[in-house]
């Protein structure tokens, strides 16, 4: 997967640090510390302590994004948060509402 990726997913869920031994760019929210800065000498991106909580539309859209990368058939989802590639959303699936993969 491409890092930058993974580390937009990990920060869109709120995580308090993303350990990386290289900045990749820069990272709403996340400070990179490199080791000699970062605490117990890990270099990563740190989330900023005035940093607002991750919005819930944020962290369904990355879980769906990771389902999506594993190849999950249905994800568990009550509403529609937006076009996810090779799977459509209902309300009312055989397995309840969520995204469906195309067969």
């Known amino acids: 997967q491409d890092p930058l990726r993974v580390l937009r997913l990990a920060a869109a869920e ?3 640090s993303i350990v990386c031994d290289r900045p990749l760019g820069t ?25 607002p909580p991750p919005s819930p539309l944020d962290v369904s859209r990355a879980i769906l ?8 058939p249905f994800v568990t989802c009550a509403e529609f948060v937006g076009p996810v590639p090779h799977y459509d959303w209902r309300p ?5 509402a969520g995204y469906y993969r195309h067969a």
């Open 14 to 16: 709120g995580a308090p």
């Open 92 to 96: 009312d699936g055989p397995d309840g």
């Open 65 to 72: 994004q990771r389902a999506s990368d594993a190849g999950a």
């Open 27 to 51: 990272l709403p929210h996340y400070d990179y510390l490199r080791p000699e800065a970062a605490p117990d000498g890990v270099a990563g991106y740190y989330r900023r302590h005035d940093a």
